[in-house]
């Protein structure tokens, strides 16, 4: 099975930065995606690392370390906006059309 | 427009009713998900379907059944078996064959009395 563990409440101030870890158990693995979620909405998509390293996309950045099993999602200059829940979420090689996800991140941002 | 539109978006049953979620895409996509949330938590997988007439269980899957006749529409019913059935229900397909990125539906919440 899989099982990924996250941090349940994060807090910050506007125009800073945070990191969001992820840490995840699986039999074999594909990729670790990230998603945002705000308060009643739908979650929406972010990134995804397949591979070792950095991913850049604006004020969001994800990293993966597939020896440690880990992973963190980098907010940069912190909104309001960015209050919302972060999940972080694996697909493994045995079920690959399967998207398994963390329990969520609450992230509230201050000004 | 392109999407995908689940109904309805509240829905309040009573206890010991079958209550069935609409889900309909028109983004072509092949595979589709439905997932649970429960306040606070993360998304459970119920079931999904890689194609038409043929779906698999998820995590969770029951108390629920799905069908997937056309590939536009997944519904799920959620049956009097399923024993806590109030929850935040969400539909997605995926839209990146690479990366497995998910798109979702605006959610339908389900509250049994």
């Known amino acids: 099975g899989q099982s990924l563990e996250q941090p349940s409440e994060v807090t910050a101030v506007e125009g800073a930065i945070v990191q969001i870890n992820c840490t995840y158990q699986?039999?074999?693995?594909?990729?670790l995606s990230w998603y945002q979620q705000h308060d009643g909405g739908a979650p929406t998509f972010l990134s995804y690392?397949?591979?070792?390293g950095l991913e850049e996309t604006g004020r969001f950045s994800s990293f993966l370390s597939r020896s440690d099993s880990y992973g963190y999602l980098l907010l940069q200059e912190l909104q309001m906006k960015d209050s919302a829940s972060y999940f972080c979420a694996v697909r493994d090689r045995t079920g690959f059309q399967k998207l398994v996800f963390g329990t969520g991140t609450r992230l509230l941002v201050s000004p | 427009d392109g999407g995908i539109t689940q109904s309805p978006k509240y829905l309040f049953r009573k206890e010991g009713q079958n209550v069935t979620l609409s889900c309909e895409q028109n983004l072509n996509h092949d595979a589709m998900y439905w997932y649970r949330q429960d306040p606070g938590q993360g998304l459970r997988l119920i079931y999904y379907s890689q194609i038409v007439n043929d779906f698999q269980k998820g995590d969770i899957a029951e108390g629920y059944s799905v069908s997937r006749e056309k590939k536009e529409s997944f519904p799920l019913t959620v049956t009097s078996a399923q024993k806590n059935p109030t929850a935040f229900y969400l539909c997605?397909?995926?839209?990146?064959?690479?990366?497995?990125?998910?798109?979702f539906g605006e959610g339908s919440r389900l509250t049994v009395l």
């Open positions: 699986t039999s074999g693995f594909y990729g």
């Open positions: 997605a397909g995926r839209t990146g064959v690479t990366t497995g990125e998910l798109f």
């Open positions: 690392n397949a591979l070792d």
